[in-house]
């Protein structure tokens, strides 16, 4: 009996021990699961149930992979043949009789295209940190949508190829092409079969009607099922590990756009290559897409996602969620044009943000003019920037209608639901974009263009008969000083005006060229280059106390030896007149507002 009782109890125990172990087994596994598939887009702290100890919450949350795919590496570094690792390639004499139909409807050659394998290798031109940078493990699933209007049949296949071959196939769920009308006769039944055939991620959506860019991607989007919209150009290639450093920013925060790096596909070679170390993007007053420098905690991290003012346009990630929350695109945005501004602005105004990922690079062949004949709508182009600037830009929309008055004219349509979006949103003013995202722009890009700091002739203090003369030279033609034109009662000939302008550069009066210095030397030439308005070689200071010119960052004055009547530059010296000059107009205003106008 007493026996009987102690096995009893023995039972009870061991199965109590095991219910509660059991029961504290599953919570644990449950709510690891959970986390697996819910912190990813909603964060660890948002999920509204009891967290585990702070450690494995990381653990799971966190966890980072390699996410190459080596075998894919592997094989494409063995690819040898014509443009394989981007090499540039050329025609033969035999194939060129092609060559000119082509480039004609293209704008690139699109004859060398075709000899060119649809899944080429390209080369990993990435920086070097990028091949050992993991990234979390749980990445959303992703729809490629490239929308496209008589694209090359074969450039068009080679951009889905490459994002196939280069996405790890369980986040790839598909990739949809919208054949924006086309009239090419490739793009309707024989693409869908060579897709069924060859490429079944890949499927095509016929729009019955010339929609153009913005419409077609927003046709692509509705048709998408992934968490992810991609966006890319139809004439692009997606290179090694392109997803995942598109994919993490918005796994940890959904209101994130980021955008890839995007290379060279050059239009005539079709040779792959960097076109720089990135840039943020921006624009001017006439909506020209633009680019500001990376700023200098950019340049410490260079793998690391930074922030960017406004997109390129064309290739972006953004999650599908926060696309739909914002609108998508602005359907009244006709054909193409001012799209990647209505999206950039919307996207930090209303509380998000965007990036550009060093680490994923997509190659794009940019045009060597466009081929398409105007669709006959008049200055679309000029209605969808109104759209933009009356929606999202309030006071600063004026800079824009200065530049291009007409603008006031061009009827923009109904904009009722674009502005019910921003308020239902909440967005912020457009003052707050320019002051807190894009802070530098107005730097570089001045709303209201400042006048000049000075014009006029430049007249040296120690031979006071001599000025700089520019001899209507050109292009890296040295130059000198001469007899000053204004003294002289018959009339010599000379070039003898300029102006030092708000881009600190100093300009031949009416002429888009300036006074340059490359050599770092002492006594160095003073020659003339076009204008292009950047610190270093044509960076020139007034200072109109010592009355001297001085030149470049790391300052050397503008000199002369009156004998030889050569111009250069030197060391500054306190001492020496014939470094002294006078500088016929100045704006004194101006000059002492100097850091506070154009590049610092
Ligand atoms: N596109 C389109 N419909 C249009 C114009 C362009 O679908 O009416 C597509 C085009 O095929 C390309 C993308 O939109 O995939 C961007 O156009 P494009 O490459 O001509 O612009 P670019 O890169 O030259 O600025
Ligand atoms: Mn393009």
Redesign the pocket.
Known sequence: MRRNLKTLLKYILISSVTVVFTVLFYRIFKTREYLKDNAVFIGAQNIGIEPLAPQEIILVDNEKIDWHDYGQIKRDLKRTGRGEQGKPEYLSDKENQEYDALYKVNGFNAALSDKIAIDRAVPDIRHKGCQTKKYLKNLPTVSVI????N?HWTTLLRTAASVVNRSPPHLLKEVILVD?FSSKPFSKKPLDDYLAANLTKVRAIHLPE?S??IR?RIAGAKAATAEILIFL???TEANINWLPPLLEPIAQDYKTCVCPFIDVIQYETFEYRAQDEGARGAFDWEFFYKRLPLLPEDLQHPTEPFKSPVMA??LFAISTKFFWELGGYDEGLD??GGEQYELSFKIWQCGGQMYDAPCSRVG?IY?KY?PFPNPGKGDFVGRNYRRVAEVWMDEYAQYLYMRRPHYKNLDPGNLTKQREIRERLQCKPFKWFMENIAFDLPLKYPPVEPGDFGVGEIRNLAAPELCVDSGFKDRDQVIAVAPCISDSKNKLKGEQNFTLTWHKDLRVKGKSICLDVSDPNDKADVTLYPCHGSKGNQYWKYDVEKQWFLHGGNPRCLDCDPGQKRLFVRSCDENSKTQKWRFENVNLTMIADWENIGIK
């Open positions: 490239v929308p496209f209007h694209e924006d010339r153009g860019l077609a150009d139809s004439h346009g064309g054909i193409w794009h045009r466009a």
